[in-house]
């Protein structure tokens, strides 16, 4: 069974299909990204996800309860961070009386009140803020208090729409160990929604690539890695005559590409897994000392571009 599952589901506003067809599966206890440039239509899905937008056909479900037949279960089971700007505190009141208030709207038990804010608002950092006007947080404090807000209730699921957007660096650190944190201690379902390739590769076991509201891609990162990348660049080190090394990879054609910096060439090689053995060998026929013959990383985001362009950066 799926946390969260979408059966072709969409949403237009106009001519605009904002969501067409959407066909997704996230597994409980995964920390899922949605990942797309903006417009893709990720704000959407997670609206139409928390029940707050009708779609205009397909369906979806969340921790098992779906959206049309049961919003009333899904609210209940789920956390939203709504996109910022969208928070929705009441500036007036402090942060504790917020959380108070969602509290017993969420039907949190009376005699649990207190110490689920008071764990949730350390958890955060956040207790020395306690009775600070809800208006007056930085703003890295108030998304902080909003995932309090989502996790008040102690839900299954939780739809976070960009929850570092706000944030600069070091607060953005602290959400995601934070999300990381959670996910370790409770095991639950995360469905993050962001245009930050380096976040989503640091804390998403599971990724699907959104654009012009259809998924392109998706898989775990190491799934979408071998899916696309039918090139991969190595960094050769050698000890000796660095021209003569490069005359020897450069003759291959399954060499794409030939860098050197004094010691060290930068090779882009087609069919990494069947042709490296291969150079390796002539390299080392050729008598060339190999110290070094290491994959360079491939981020995300060359993935990223690579299907969002189709190929075409
Ligand atoms: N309430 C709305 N009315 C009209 N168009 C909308 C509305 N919400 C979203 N859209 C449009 O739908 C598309 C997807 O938007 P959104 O889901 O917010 O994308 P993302 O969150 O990926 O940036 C965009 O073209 C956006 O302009
Ligand atoms: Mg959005």
Redesign the pocket.
Known sequence: MEAVKSTELR?T??D????DSLNLHVSPGTIFG?L????????????LLSTL?YPDSGTASVHYFDILEDPVAVRRITGVLP?EGNHTHYDSLSAYENLEYFAKLYDVSKDKIHTRIEELLNFMNLWDRKDDKAGELSTGNRQRLALCRALLHEPKVLLL??PTSALDPIAAKRVRELILNLSKTYGQTFFI?S?NLAEVQRICDQIAI?NE?KILISGSTSELRATLQTEQEYRIRIIGDVDYAISIIEAEEFVESVEAEVDTIVAMIKNPIENNSILMKKLLDAGVQIVEFAEEETTLEDLYLQVVTGGDV
Request: no cysteine.
């Open positions: 949403k506003f106009g605009i299909i904002a969501v949605l797309g440039p903006n417009g893709a239509g990720k704000s959407t899905t997670i609206r937008l996109e729409d960009e929604n245009h959104i509201g």
